[in-house]
T-cell receptor, first 118, second 110 residues
Framework: GAVVSQHPSWVICKSGTSVKIECRSLDFQATTMFWYRQFPKQSLMLMATSNEGSKATYEQGVEKDKFLINHASLTLSTLTVTSAHPEDSSFYIC??????????????FGEGSWLTVV | DAKTTQPTSMDCAEGRAANLPCNHSTISGNEYVYWYRQIHSQGPQYIIHGLKNNETNEMASLIITEDRKSSTLILPHATLRDTAVYYCIVRTGANSKLTFGKGITLSVRP
């Protein structure tokens, strides 16, 4: 149980275009989802926290107009990288906190999505 | 959330126990200790968490000192697939986020 799935696993897009990454909790409802970014040989950096039905809370230094987050349901959050540039190339990882139950104290991560902007 | 300190890396032989230390000397009474690991190019995997009692599950054991200022993650019989970066994270509660440090790179050798 507690499976989080991301799609796509990897994507290549042209500079200036937008790309959407989906994060789904497959077997639980998630009130809160988190989006991270990880550059090679670095640790995960939290970008934003999203709660179902409300606006995301962005970490300092993360542009909310560039990284659009939508958490429309209890099982789906999306991250859209708008007007992507090569420096946005990174490993994007989502995570989700279950709404209730014995696993509610734990956060579970997706497999990650590799974005390459050319 | 309190900060954690971990060695940069360690290695162990396959089949032996791997003991991964973590210092969290500023931990407060309502903060939990969580362990995750990240195998190369994958998302982090939850391992275990605890407050003050020792915990064990099918993956590992977590030993927390009585003063709660440090803890040790124990993988009882390390395999090559346990090679990963292991993150020790202190978290206030169910509503708080996870902040990752640099973690410790565990290399399991044949």
């Amino acid at each position: 149980g507690a499976v989080v799935s991301q799609h796509p696993s990897w994507v290549i897009c042209k500079s200036g275009t937008s790309v959407k990454i989906e994060c789904r909790s497959l077997d639980f409802q998630a009130t809160t989802m988190f989006w991270y970014r990880q550059f090679p040989k670095q640790s995960l950096m939290l970008m934003a926290t999203s709660n179902e039905g409300s606006k995301a809370t962005y970490e300092q230094g993360v542009e909310k107009d560039k990284f659009l987050i939508n958490h429309a349901s209890l099982t789906l959050s999306t991250l859209t990288v708008t007007s992507a540039h090569p420096e946005d190339s990174s490993f994007y990882i989502c995570s989700a906190r279950p709404r209730a139950g014995k696993i509610a104290n734990t956060i579970y991560f997706g497999e990650g999505s590799w974005l390459t902007v050319v | 959330d309190a900060k954690t300190t971990q060695p940069t890396s360690m290695d162990c032989a396959e089949g032996r126990a791997a003991n991964l230390p973590c210092n969290h000397s500023t931990i407060s009474g309502n903060e939990y200790v969580y362990w995750y690991r990240q195998i190369h190019s994958q998302g982090p995997q939850y391992i275990i968490h605890g407050l003050k009692n020792n915990e064990t599950n099918e993956m590992a054991s977590l030993i927390i000192t009585e003063d709660r200022k440090s803890s040790t993650l124990i993988l009882p019989h390390a395999t090559l697939r346990d090679t990963a970066v292991y993150y020790c994270i202190v978290r206030t509660g169910a509503n708080s986020k996870l902040t990752f440090g640099k973690g410790i790179t565990l290399s399991v050798r044949p």
